[in-house]
């Protein structure tokens, strides 16, 4: 399995990081960022809204900030001697792909503090089967995630209910369609992936109902990359699509590349030239695939390693 997501892609907001070790709420993040000392790999944040990799990250606070846990420390922190001596202070620079990160050069003396061990985000991969939904609750059919607590018993892994709680997928496929669907409780993950602008393809294997020559083979892949309007459905406008990329494999099936996450874009963009999709099973997404021997059904808890590129 060949990793693939930039490490921009695992950055969360500060406040998120700190609402997940029950430090604040959402409501009074910006009083807590307020009334203590936060630190970054040893550097003073000064920037509220910074984004952080909760996993890279040595994110330090100082142990009063634990006072109104009646004492206790949370089970997310341990308690250290930070270095934050003014001599040994690291230069202020911000290391964020976001410029986020805002540090300052004034520190504290060293003093009691506290490290945070936020608990790591879930990933997981699925190779998901025909009629089943993606959505939470359904009346008529089977959800994916039904799919995914049963896959998950299956291999033994014991998740607490508020992770699998916390669980989403990554985009949608259809009842009909298959194959691959990343699940992840990191909501800035979710969002990387999926928002267009980052030009991650999705690589689909597609069969048409109406074989082709070479010649109109030749003529889809160029009107595909070249780009076409998708006319509007119920659900969807009518909109323009290009550097769609086709590989034919036969008369009749062949390999669908496309960045955009336009409803129903695989299906309409053959409809537009008078075919017909009759199978679609997602392979890709950007170089993470299906590994081979993954059952419909079955899924894969990824660690982040197996998924960041380096």
Known sequence: MMSFFEKEGFLEPLSKILISCGLCSERSFSTFFKNHNIFADNKLLTDKKCYLDREATKIVIEKKAFENFGGEVATDAQTVLADTSRENA?????????DAASLSKDYPKSKDCTVLSPKSHLYILMNKPK?????RVSDKSQTVYEVLELALLKLGEKIPQEQLKSLSSLGRLDKDTTGLLLFSTNGSFNHFVTDEKNKIPKTYYVKLKKSLTKNQQMEYKKTLEDGIWLE?????????????????????????????????QVRRSFLTLGN????????KIGDLEIP??????????????????E
């Open 90 to 98: 690291p230069a202020a620079q911000v290391s964020s792909s976001r």
């Open 131 to 135: 009629d089943c939904v993606c959505s």
């Open 232 to 264: 509007a459905e119920k659900k969807a406008k009518k909109v323009f699509v290009k550097n769609q990329k086709v590989h034919w494999e036969s008369e009749n099936t062949c390999f669908f590349t496309i960045e955009q996450g336009i409803f129903h």
């Open 276 to 283: 017909e999709v009759v199978e679609l099973h997602r392979m």
């Open 292 to 309: 081979t021997d993954l059952k419909f059904g079955n899924v894969k808890v990824l660690l982040k390693k197996d998924i960041v590129k």
